[in-house]
Every structure is written in structure tokens, then in C-alpha cells.
């Protein structure tokens, strides 16, 4: 975090948060995978998986563990463009990975714009919410 932003506000280094639409949630996507201790609470919305090559994916399927726990909110809208059999293989790959919790979201009437106004304060909610709490 840039020096001027930690001494200007109470910040906590060792949680960061980082919300994603799009290029930005392939983005958080691939920050977990190659920095993972970098961010603890991910918000995803509507990933740009046309983007990837499936090496985000692939990459994300090779990971047995983080670091740190981590907290991860993936969504998707259910009307066109977006495409909720994009969720799967990611949910697949991040199923092995010991010290992170996600929930995956399908928005029902919402699309890869849209979603973002859905999931983001609920993925806030669900990424920051009390310890031992659903």
C-alpha cells in the first residue's frame, strides 16, 4: 500500500480487500494465484474468462493451499452475455485449495454489466462478515 494512504487512514496490511468486475475479476483472479498473500477478501463479479487462455484456471487448479485465509465472492449475472457455465470449472479449481472460502452467485436478470450492482455490497458483506458466521 502506497506510504501516503497508510499513514493517512487505519488501514490493516494484513487484510486487504480488491473487488473485480470483468478484466478486473480475471485480474483478482490472477493477483490470488500469484500473489496470494496480497489480498485476503476477493470480490469477483462476471470474470472476464473469454479473456483467459484457461491458464488463470489452470493455475488456480495447481494451488493446494494459501498462505493466509482468504475470503472469495464470485458471481456471475444469468442473461446474456455473461454465462453462468463459467462458473464451474472456476469453482472446481478453487475447491482444493486449503485456507480459502468462496461462495459462487448467479444472479438471476442480470448481466455481465449489471451484476456488478448486486454483487458487489453483498459480496462485501459475505467476504467481511464476522468470523464462524454463514
Partial sequence: MWPHARAASRTIPADRGL?????GGLFALYALEQRPTLFQRLVVASPAMARDDGSVVAALGRMKAL???????????ADAPDDPRTLPPIAKALDGIKGLEYRSTVYPGENHNSVRLAS??????????????R
Avoid at 459480496?123 to 468470523?131: L, Q
Fill in 19 to 23: 473487488l473485480g468486475h470483468s478484466l
Fill in 67 to 77: 498462505p493466509l485465509p482468504a475470503r472469495l465472492d464470485l458471481s456471475v449475472g
Fill in 120 to 133: 458487489f455490497p453483498s459480496g462485501m458483506y459475505w467476504v467481511y462478515r464476522p468470523a464462524g458466521s
